[in-house]
Each structure stands twice: as C-alpha cells, then as structure tokens.
C-alpha cells in the first residue's frame, strides 16, 4: 500500500518537474527545428553577424577576466572576515540581480557620460564608454558580477580554516596562504563562478543596448534583426549564437570539473 | 622554555582566566581537561592564532606574545589532519621549507632526512586523500618537525586514531620527546596523559586547577574533576616484566620490591598500573579465590567517602580499597590492624609510559 503511494508520489514529481524541462526545451528545440541549414549556413558566413559574435565573445571574457581580479579579493574578505554592515555589503552585492536590466543600464550610463569623473579618465587613457567595447563590459559586469562573487565567497567559506591557520605557523605570509592554500583549494568554486559571469554577462542585452547599441553584441542584432525584417531574419542568429555558447559552456563545465580536493575527503 | 604569564582570552563561550604555566626544554607537557573548554584556544594562543586579551608568553625569556605567527618557531599539529590536500605527501612536507626559501639541497637533505626519521618513504607521492588515520599524523608530524620548532604544540593528536595507530604514534611522540623535543600536548584522556606526561596540567572552567607529575596528580588530586577518573588512590609507577613460558597469560608488575600479577598483553617495560578501590578485597585472613595477588599489610588510614569507607593499607606500597560500613563494622577494622589485600590479575590496568 505504501509501495503504491510512494509510487504515485513519484510519478507527480516526474510530471511536474517533466513540465519544467519541457519549458526550458520546447522553444530552443523549436528553434533549431524551425531554422532551415541553408538559412544557418548563410548566417554563419553574414559578416555583421559574424563579427557580432566575436564581440560578444571576447568582451565577455575580457570583462570576467578583469572585473575577477577585484571580485575574487571582495569573495575571501567576505568569506573570511567579520565587519560591521557585512550583511549590508552582502545585499548590495546581490542588488544588480534583483533591478531591471534596462534600469541598471541607465544607472551605469550616469557614470559614464560625458564629464563624469570615470569618463574623464577613460579619455586620458584614450577609450570611451558609450558606444565603445568598454562601454558594453561595464555593462555585461554590472548585471553578471554577482554570480561570480556570490560562487567565490561559498567556495573560501568552505576551505578549512584551520589549514590557513596551519600554514601560517608552517612559515606561510598571509599573500602564501592565499595562493597556496586558500586559492587552489577554492578553485573549483571559483571557476564555476567565472563560468556563470562570463555566461550570463554574454547574454545580457537591457544593460548593454542602454549604453551601446552600436557596436553590437548579438543580443542587440538579433533584437534589430527581429524588429527591422521579423523572425525569419532573427532565428538563425539566435540559433547560432545558442549553438556557439553551448560549445563553450560545455567546454568550460568540463574543464570546471577538475576534482574538488576538499568535498572528495 | 616556555612561560605563560596570566594568559587570559574570551573568545565565544569561552573563557581562559589567567592561565600561567611553565614548560622547560624537552619536557613533555600534557594539558588534561574535559572537552570543549578551551584547549585549543590556548594552543593557538601560544602559536600566536589567537591573540589573548591579557598576559604575556614567553620563549626563552622573550616576550613573544606579539611576534608575528610565522617568526615564533612554535609548530602545531592538529587533530583532525590538518595536511593540504591538493598537495602530495612530499609537496606538504618541504611547504614549510618551501616557505623559509631553503635552497634546493637544503631542502633535499631535510626531507630524506624526516623520511628516514618517520619511515614514510614509501608515501611521499601518495595523495593525501589515500592516507590512513597513522599515517596523516606521522606525515603532519613529519612536516612539522622538519622546521625544527622550539616547541611542538599537540591538539588531541591521538583521537581520531584507532588502537593499534595510537599506540603506534604514542611511541614515535615518546621517541621526539627522548631527541630533545619540548611538546605540549592536551587531551582529555588521562590514559594518554599518564602514558606519554612528564608534567601535566589540569585545566577545568577555563583555569590551570593543578599540575604536577602523573604520580602527584593522580595520588593527590587537588579537585573533583581529578578525583572521578577511575582508581586514582591506586596509581603505581614500576616496570612490566614478561614471562616467558607459553602456558601462563600474567606479567609481573614490579614495584620495588613488591610484585603485582596482572592480565596483560604489553610488552616489557616500564609504566602505571591502575587498580580501581572498587576492586579490592579485604579479609581478616588468607582466602582462596581466583584472586592472583595477595598481600598482608596494616590499616593506616580509615576515610569515609561519599559512599562507603576507604581503607588504605600498607602492603610495601600503600594500597586504598572501597568497602561498605557493614564491611568495616564486620571485619572490626580499626588502625594500625594486620589484614590481607587481595585482588584479581584482571582488575589491574597496565598503562605503558
């Protein structure tokens, strides 16, 4: 009787969840399904889409790379370090997931226009903001670093603490421990927050089209394509755009999945 | 030597007060005190990972209470492993060479040197994760000791182990003890502080409440802490020998010129035997029984306890049994009587030292 219930049970869980995937599958199959090869062969060889892509590409990795450099260091203080506001700081971190995308790039586009202190800086060194490939970083970080902050933190936090403790009376400075001990160890976590930032940076397209619809990332062409000519013209930039970040994302969960040393003990 | 001078921390739910002990060079100092009352606070006090609100350490007669982790000298080996997973064997062990900036042949020869020490060679490439209980601990140990810290501080270091790899890692402490390393240790298992101790040190509510040797603190406990561990009156410092013939399963515990017969597998030597008051009997005459172990002595102390009265006797050592009030009435027990003691071959526990 029991079996039975239990069985039932199971079979509305596998339903409901089954309706979930269905979601998330039916309209990227429809998708592929709908694009004729010859429609995706001649978009593969479009120019505009082509260099389209490229720049959505290499500005996400480029903005994942840098903005890591200060996300990683904010991830260990928080992981690591108790002060007061922590869990202001902490919320403040989460805010870029929680406000519209169009907002936060009217948020961003008023530290960046002209005469501002950043914008000033920038044209010293000789690059701008808007319309310019540093103008969509900003951007795809603004909305995107939050989940690699977010990965990096959970990963320090779960580094013993008490080998950091050991391997400061082994000799270790505090710059050692961290990348001896505290950044390897973290790693795995860390490289899953990389992939999520640089993935979700790469789809952005509210923040980005705010501050730079031209050049554009692909999330913008195919919003113009589809606006401009309709969906014939938009779906095989998006079924190839789906395609070529999957390769990648596949790829980078792979290479992410290297063996977490302090879960496997 | 080590001094601590009124070391005093709160930290959460604890709270050290005033904390002051000495420990001299190459002594084997175990802290003993019940779980979670802070041992491990005034360990990494000592390293320096925690700093104290008050009192001062000293090394050497320097005040080091404010000298930077890494400059102390102090190593410290934890009890759950504490060696870096995502290193090998070999790579944790020269961390700390690695870490000073020894060059490639210092290293070399103080890593075959430890190896050969610990008799770990065949697990220098192993992973962390395919190590046993025994052999993190001789490899955290191994890589401790290759900085040649001036004291060895020790965090519970045999209780995650099982009995044959405790036994097996008491006997490499005694031998770095023997070369002339200083340890503090602690533990909250009398048994391994009587086997390993020169000194110990009880600590109870946050406070050092005695120290002494083995001998004094078990024989004269100062508090109630002490006193519950099991046949404290009974604690006798001799030497275990074997005999040899295949058909007998007693040893002789030697005493001076007094000899216990025990149950017993250890192998000869020298360390405490235990008798709990409990288990002695006494009888106004000689008696047959399974008792091995008979002795004629005379009463020289009669004190009521909490339950029943407790008659110490002197037999060449003094011996305390625990019996009832009808017992002592029964028996017309009064100072200065002769009676016999006796007590089997398996109520004594051998504990090597």
């Known amino acids: 009787m029991q079996k039975n219930k239990i069985d039932i049970f199971q079979l509305i869980l596998i339903f409901l969840g089954g309706i979930v995937l269905l979601f998330i599958l039916a309209p990227l199959v429809g998708l592929f399904v709908n694009t004729e090869p010859s429609q995706f062969a001649e978009t593969a060889q479009d120019s505009e889409v082509c260099s389209s892509i490229w720049l959505t590409i290499w500005t996400s990795i480029a903005m994942t790379l840098i903005f890591s450099i200060f996300a990683i260091p904010l991830s260990y203080i928080l992981a690591r370090k108790s002060f007061p506001l922590k869990g202001l700081v902490n919320g403040l971190i989460d805010l870029p997931i929680v406000i519209p995308h169009s907002a936060a790039g009217i948020a961003i586009l008023g530290i960046v226009v002209k005469g501002t202190i950043l914008s000033n800086l920038a044209k010293k060194i000789g690059f701008g903001f808007i319309s310019a490939p540093a103008g969509i970083m900003l951007a795809m970080a603004f909305v995107s670093i939050p989940f690699l902050i977010n990965s990096a933190r959970d990963a320090f936090g779960g580094v013993p603490e008490r080998l950091e403790k050991v391997a400061m009376t082994l000799g270790a400075s505090p710059v050692r421990v961290f990348f001896t001990i505290s950044l390897p160890l973290a790693w795995r976590g860390i490289l899953s927050g990389l992939v999520m930032m640089w993935a979700r940076g790469m789809s952005e397209f509210g923040a980005v089209v705010i501050i730079a619809y031209h050049p554009m990332i692909t999330p913008v062409l195919i919003w113009e394509r589809f606006t401009s000519y309709g969906l014939k013209y938009a779906r095989p930039v998006a079924v190839l755009f789906i395609t070529i970040c999957l390769i990648l994302f596949v790829i980078l969960r792979i290479l992410a999945k290297k063996k977490n040393y302090v879960e496997t003990r | 030597m080590l001094k601590l001078d009124k070391i005093s921390v709160k930290l959460g739910d604890f709270e050290l007060q005033k904390i002051s002990f000495d420990v001299e060079d190459g002594e084997y100092f175990v802290l003993l005190g019940e779980s979670g009352i802070g041992k491990t ?203 040899n013939k295949s058909n007998e399963d007693i040893s002789d515990f030697n005493i001076e010129d007094l000899t216990f017969h025990i149950l017993s597998d250890a192998k000869s030597g020298v360390g405490f035997l235990i008798l709990r008051s409990e288990d002695i009997i006494i009888s106004n005459n000689p008696t047959k029984s399974s008792a091995r172990n008979n002795f004629r002595g005379k009463v020289i102390d009669i004190a009521h306890a909490k339950l029943g009265v407790e008659i110490t006797v002197d037999i060449g050592v003094e011996i305390s049994a625990l019996i009832t009030k009808e017992s002592l009435k029964l028996l017309d027990i009064d100072y200065g009587k002769d009676i016999w003691v006796s007590f089997k071959a398996s109520a004594a526990k051998f504990i090597g030292g």
């Open chain 2, 41 to 243: 606070v005034l360990l990494e006090s000592i390293a320096g990972l925690i700093e104290p609100d008050e009192g001062k350490i000293f090394l050497d007669s320097e005040n080091i209470s404010n000298k930077k982790i890494q400059k102390r000298n102090i190593g410290i080996v934890y009890q759950d492993d504490s060696l870096f997973p995502h290193m090998n064997v070999r790579e944790n062990i020269i961390y700390p060479l690695k870490c000073n900036h020894n060059s490639k042949k210092e290293i070399r020869d103080k890593l075959n040197k430890i190896v050969d020490k610990f008799n770990i060679n065949s697990l220098l490439y192993r992973k962390i994760n395919t190590l046993s209980g025994g052999e993190l601990q001789k490899v955290a140990l191994a890589r401790t000791l290759i900085t040649n810290p001036k004291i060895l501080l020790l965090d519970e270091p045999l209780s995650s182990l099982d009995v044959n790899f405790r036994e097996k890692i008491k006997s490499i402490l005694r031998k770095i003890n023997r070369d002339g390393q200083t340890i503090v240790h602690i533990t909250h298992d009398y048994q391994e502080a009587i086997s390993l101790a020169d000194r110990i040190g009880i600590m109870e509510n946050g406070k050092i409440s005695q120290i002494g040797t083995p001998d004094e603190i078990f024989r004269h406990p100062k508090s109630q802490f002490v006193a519950n561990f099991i046949g404290i009156k009974n604690f006798y410092r001799g030497k275990i020998v074997i005999k």
